[in-house]
């Protein structure tokens, strides 16, 4: 069965820096996009980053120049590098890889739990 698990999530002022994690485990055969998706109370889910499997990423207009993905391939994991974090980012952040199971060999979408990000003023 496989799983994504997020880390790295807290309280940080205005103008601060968070690193989030998130490894997939399980019987993976190969994982394609991974990505952040981010949700505030009273506000959609919307998409933060993404990253292909060769390293190429996109990232909302919100966060451009401020959030950086990166990925291990190794370890199954990708990074969420956030800087300059304003008031606004703070919401739930969530961790989605597209991968394929090594048996049956089909691709699904997973998310994670969710890790909580507070930013104060």
């Known amino acids: 069965q496989v799983q994504l698990v997020e880390s790295g999530g807290g309280l940080v002022q205005a103008g601060g820096s968070l690193r989030l994690s998130c490894a997939a485990s399980g019987s993976i055969g190969s994982i394609n996009a991974m990505g952040w998706y981010r949700q505030a109370p009273g506000k959609q889910r919307e998409l933060v980053t993404t990253i292909t499997e060769g390293g190429s990423a996109n990232y909302a207009d919100s966060v451009k120049g401020r959030f950086t993905i990166s990925r291990d391939n190794a370890k199954n994991t990708v990074y969420l590098q956030m800087n300059s974090l304003k008031p606004e980012d703070t919401a739930v952040y969530y961790c989605?890889?597209?991968?394929?199971?090594?048996?049956?060999?089909?691709?699904?979408?997973?998310w994670g739990q969710g890790t909580q990000v507070t930013v104060s003023s």
């Open positions: 989605n890889a597209e991968l394929t199971v090594a048996w049956p060999n089909r691709t699904y979408t997973y």
